[in-house]
């Protein structure tokens, strides 16, 4: 069963954002981690419009945060979000990752490291390379990985780069991925 | 190859604590209860670029060979900073924490983990914009001496320069950052005057303990890298070194959270992590 799904995006992530989180339900099953590349601009009137659309629980992440299902967590404004072990958020102000901070890649690698084949990654929409890294770390780890068919995102460099950095089990369009997510979400090994 | 490969993890996660171990052990440098994945992301870092083939290999070479220890230690090290960085916590520290200041009639701070010193120019140049600077001891410490010897010639590259000058702004700064600063061979050089009141020490928040008793203790994105039994250690230290409603001023995304002295101070500025401790 998995045990944690995490998504990033940068260009265009908003409205991929607003078009997968609201479709899932009040009852799904694991917790959700996101990195919006967003400057240095900070994510409080997203995350407070997206918490008004949605069943779950969104909120920016504080560090040292138990990880619980019902929730999304947005990495803050110019730090990397990490998941530690015991399955908890730890923050780091370490360089920028592919121009980023907070990088998708950080975030899937150390969520892949804790949560190791029991991970859902997302990649959808993006102007740069960050999270082709991270997803191909959760393939080696025995994860599950999605992403948005570039040829229809509004920015196809991100989707396409993770597409050729590994093997991904799924290519979707935008509005077929929340559908997908709740089933992967229930399913057993 | 799914085996070999979950084989191989297992191994990282096995070895990660026994290098900690032998780092302390040798060098009594103390990063155990540093927060895993960060470690571990930089670990892996200088394992790439060292060409080993393990951290085991690595552990052999750390034991023997005391250069790459200070590489390693610069690795660990966290050495982002910037002048007034985060502007609206210098802006709040101005408009809570001066007038408190201005009561005493000499001023104790600790800058700790202090990098390589811009914000203790920040807070130099905000001291002494607001007249206080003459009568502060300011002491800056690190556990990094490379950083600290940066920080004692206050000499920094012009490249970030226009961003330090629309943090000072944004900070409420009262005249031209360039007042403060040389320019020569492409680099800034602080005035030395800011740094008269300065005494930058080598010291290791995990392994040292109180060296004097402060009116106000700046630490900021430090505690992050720490898990909650360090975090409390160090909180616990700053509460003893600070003097009857010193002032505690911590990173951005920092807190008091599930830490025992969560409860013994009060919250000056929430957002921007300015607190003061309480009476008893």
Same mark, same amino acid.
Request: glycine residues 4%.
């Given at each position: 069963?998995?045990?944690?799904?995490?998504?990033?995006?940068?260009?265009?992530?908003?409205?991929?954002?607003?078009?997968?989180?609201?479709?899932?339900?009040?009852?799904?099953?694991?917790?959700?981690?996101?990195?919006?590349?967003?400057?240095?601009?900070?994510?409080?009137?997203?995350?407070?419009?997206?918490?008004?659309?949605?069943?779950?629980?969104?909120?920016?992440?504080?560090?040292?945060?138990?990880?619980?299902?019902?929730?999304?967590?947005?990495?803050?404004?110019?730090?990397?979000?990490?998941?530690?072990?015991?399955?908890?958020?730890?923050?780091?102000?370490?360089?920028?990752?592919?121009?980023?901070?907070?990088?998708?890649?950080?975030?899937?690698?150390?969520?892949?490291?804790?949560?190791?084949?029991?991970?859902?990654?997302?990649?959808?929409?993006?102007?740069?390379?960050?999270?082709?890294?991270?997803?191909?770390?959760?393939?080696?780890?025995?994860?599950?990985?999605?992403?948005?068919?570039?040829?229809?995102?509004?920015?196809?460099?991100?989707?396409?780069?993770?597409?050729?950095?590994?093997?991904?089990?799924?290519?979707?369009?935008?509005?077929?991925?929340?559908?997908?997510?709740?089933?992967?979400?229930?399913?057993?090994? | 190859?799914?085996?070999?490969?979950?084989?191989?993890?297992?191994?990282?996660?096995?070895?990660?604590?026994?290098?900690?171990?032998?780092?302390?052990?040798?060098?009594?440098?103390?990063?155990?209860?540093?927060?895993?994945?960060?470690?571990?992301?930089?670990?892996?870092?200088?394992?790439?670029?060292?060409?080993?083939?393990?951290?085991?290999?690595?552990?052999?070479?750390?034991?023997?060979?005391?250069?790459?220890?200070?590489?390693?230690?610069?690795?660990?090290?966290?050495?982002?900073?910037?002048?007034?960085?985060?502007?609206?916590?210098?802006?709040?520290?101005?408009?809570?924490?001066?007038?408190?200041?201005?009561?005493?009639?000499?001023?104790?701070?600790? #800058?700790? !983990?202090?990098?390589?010193?811009?914000?203790?120019? /920040? *807070?130099?140049?905000?001291?002494? +914009?607001?007249?206080?600077? %003459?009568?502060?001891?300011?002491?800056?410490?690190?556990?990094?001496?490379?950083?600290?010897?940066?920080?004692?010639?206050?000499?920094?590259?012009?490249?970030?320069?226009?961003?330090?000058?629309?943090?000072?702004?944004?900070?409420?700064?009262?005249?031209?950052?360039?007042?403060?600063?040389?320019?020569?061979?492409?680099?800034?050089?602080?005035?030395?005057?800011?740094?008269?009141?300065?005494?930058?020490?080598?010291?290791?928040?995990?392994?040292?303990?109180?060296?004097?008793?402060?009116?106000?203790?700046?630490?900021?994105?430090?505690?992050?890298?720490?898990?909650?039994?360090?975090?409390?250690?160090?909180?616990?230290?700053?509460?003893?070194?600070?003097? #009857?409603? !010193?002032?505690?001023?911590?990173?951005?995304?920092? /807190? *008091?959270?599930?830490?025992?002295? +969560?409860?013994?101070?009060? %919250?000056?500025?929430?957002?921007?992590?300015?607190?003061?401790?309480?009476?008893?």
């Amino acid at each position: 069963m998995n045990k944690a799904l995490v998504i990033g995006t940068s260009f265009g992530g908003l409205e991929a954002l607003k078009t997968i989180i609201p479709a899932l339900p009040a009852d799904f099953n694991i917790p959700i981690l996101v990195v919006l590349h967003i400057g240095d601009n900070n994510n409080d009137s997203f995350i407070r419009y997206l918490n008004g659309i949605s069943e779950l629980n969104i909120k920016e992440a504080e560090e040292k945060d138990e990880i619980t299902k019902g929730h999304v967590y947005f990495a803050p404004p110019n730090y990397h979000m990490m998941v530690e072990d015991d399955e908890t958020i730890s923050f780091s102000d370490d360089p920028k990752v592919h121009h980023s901070r907070p990088s998708i890649d950080v975030l899937f690698e150390s969520a892949a490291w804790a949560y190791k084949n029991k991970l859902i990654g997302v990649v959808l929409t993006g102007l740069n390379q960050d999270g082709a890294y991270g997803l191909k770390t959760i393939k080696d780890y025995g994860g599950t990985t999605l992403v948005e068919n570039p040829e229809n995102a509004v920015a196809s460099i991100m989707p396409k780069a993770a597409l050729t950095e590994s093997d991904v089990d799924f290519v979707l369009e935008l509005d077929e991925i929340s559908s997908k997510l709740i089933e992967l979400s229930v399913q057993d090994e | 190859m799914e085996q070999n490969k979950s084989s191989v993890i297992d191994n990282i996660d096995i070895e990660i604590p026994l290098f900690l171990e032998a780092v302390y052990q040798k060098y009594s440098y103390d990063f155990r209860d540093y927060s895993k994945a960060h470690v571990k992301r930089r670990l892996l870092h200088r394992m790439s670029v060292g060409r080993f083939t393990s951290i085991s290999h690595m552990q052999e070479k750390v034991l023997r060979d005391k250069a790459f220890f200070i590489d390693l230690l610069e690795d660990l090290s966290i050495n982002v900073t910037e002048m007034f960085r985060d502007p609206d916590f210098y802006k709040s520290f101005r408009e809570n924490v001066v007038p408190t200041l201005k009561t005493y009639p000499f001023i104790k701070i600790w #800058h700790a !983990g202090c990098s390589t010193g811009e914000e203790v120019y /920040s *807070l130099a140049i905000l001291l002494k +914009e607001e007249g206080l600077l %003459d009568r502060c001891q300011v002491y800056a410490t690190d556990f990094n001496r490379k950083v600290l010897e940066i920080a004692k010639h206050g000499i920094y590259k012009t490249q970030e320069l226009d961003k330090f000058q629309r943090n000072y702004i944004n900070s409420g700064g009262k005249e031209k950052l360039s007042d403060y600063y040389t320019i020569k061979y492409g680099s800034i050089k602080f005035d030395q005057a800011l740094s008269k009141h300065v005494v930058f020490a080598d010291h290791n928040l995990v392994t040292d303990h109180v060296f004097a008793e402060v009116n106000l203790i700046l630490c900021r994105n430090v505690l992050i890298y720490f898990n909650r039994e360090l975090q409390n250690k160090v909180i616990n230290l700053f509460h003893e070194s600070l003097a #009857h409603s !010193g002032h505690l001023c911590l990173g951005s995304k920092e /807190s *008091l959270r599930f830490t025992q002295h +969560e409860h013994s101070f009060a %919250d000056i500025d929430a957002k921007q992590k300015i607190f003061k401790k309480k009476i008893g």
